[in-house]
């Protein structure tokens, strides 16, 4: 009861960080005219988002990196509060996110302006990111490799777990990063995902980790409140490749990857839902299997205004999120 109460306390405390700071980086960013850049392809209602502040990532990850860093500082003179397991996460989400900033300025103000880092380039900066990230966390943190559902038995698997370990984390990198398409979208489906790891945790006394998952909710929920409909600010690959890389190292930590396609079943779709329709279209020659591709696109151009889309996929991940939560307690 007291590792929940601590973990809920650092919520609250980085929520109000990132709420008080909101204003003053909103403001800078309207400064420098680091605005959003819609692409042509896209629904033409996300027009009218044309230039809104993007990389508001940094909004969030520094209260995250801010207060994991203090909260490891006040071990100093035998405090407890986040221990190391936290670190890892934080330096793979600062990492990523530094990543995603070259690519948003990039689109910016590079010369690829409005596309973007060219995407074979990122993808093999991210596999090499994702590598490092699999031997850290196979061979200095020795983390469990695999909790085999419903055993709480761990699992070596050798070899296998680099490819696996790095896939995880690219593929979830790249999964928030499709989802970041519509406003508080990505945001929310991120807290949820976040606190049910971070639920799991506590109950399987994993206290550093749940403590992690709950600071990042915390900023989360400060960043939804410049991000929700309309949005003040958007995330950008700043945020959404720094999520997405934090959320699969955390559940790599844990151990319990196998709920990660359940607890993040929208992210997971959304790729999904890029890749069956880049393989149809080259299949077919031209045709499509969606109306358009990320999967959030397609129901918009059904009828589905943006906020029902928001909220109706959130709904499904607070419901698969429960049932995740309840299956990895089994």
Not at 17 to 26: A, D, R, S, Y
Not at 56 to 61: M, N, R, S
Not at 86 to 113: N, T, Y
Not at 212 to 226: E, I, Q, R, S, Y
Request: proline residues 4%.
């Amino acid at each position: 009861m007291r590792d929940a109460a601590l973990a809920l306390a650092l919520s609250g405390l980085t929520f109000m960080i990132t709420v008080i700071w909101g204003g003053p980086l909103l403001r800078i960013l309207r400064h420098f005219r680091i605005g959003k850049l819609i692409r042509v392809e896209g629904p033409a209602r996300h027009f009218a988002k044309m230039g809104t502040p993007t990389m508001g990532g940094v909004l969030f990850i520094v209260p995250v990196a801010l207060v994991t860093v203090m909260m490891n500082a006040a071990s100093l003179v035998g405090i407890s509060v986040l221990g190391q397991d936290a670190f890892f996460p934080v330096v793979v989400m600062i990492a990523f996110a530094v990543l995603g900033a070259i690519d948003d300025w990039e689109g910016i103000r590079g010369p690829r302006r409005g596309l973007g880092m060219r995407a074979r380039t990122k993808f093999m900066y991210q596999i090499i990111l994702g590598i490092g990230v699999a031997f850290m966390l196979r061979d200095v943190m020795h983390v469990p490799q695999l909790i085999w559902p419903g055993y709480n038995l761990a699992i070596e698997l050798g070899f296998w777990y680099l490819p696996l370990a790095t896939v995880i984390v690219v593929g979830m990198a790249n999964a928030v990063n499709f989802t970041d398409g519509l406003d508080g979208l990505a945001g929310l489906i991120s807290v949820t995902a976040f606190a049910a790891y971070g639920a799991i945790a506590l109950m399987s006394g994993e206290q550093f980790l749940a403590r992690f998952c709950f600071t990042v909710v915390g900023a989360l929920f400060g960043f939804l409140w410049f991000n929700v409909h309309p949005a003040e600010m958007i995330m950008g690959d700043t945020g959404s490749m720094a999520l997405g890389s934090a959320l699969g190292v955390v559940a790599l930590m844990s151990g319990k990857w196998l709920f990660l396609p359940l607890l993040a079943i929208i992210p997971v779709s959304e790729l999904l839902s890029v890749m069956l329709q880049v393989g149809y279209f080259k299949m077919t020659k031209g045709r499509r299997l969606f109306k358009m591709a990320p999967l959030h696109h397609h129901f918009e151009l059904l009828g589905w205004s943006e906020t029902q889309v928001v909220q109706r996929f959130w709904l499904v991940s607070l419901v698969v999120g429960i049932l995740g939560i309840a299956m990895a307690l089994v």
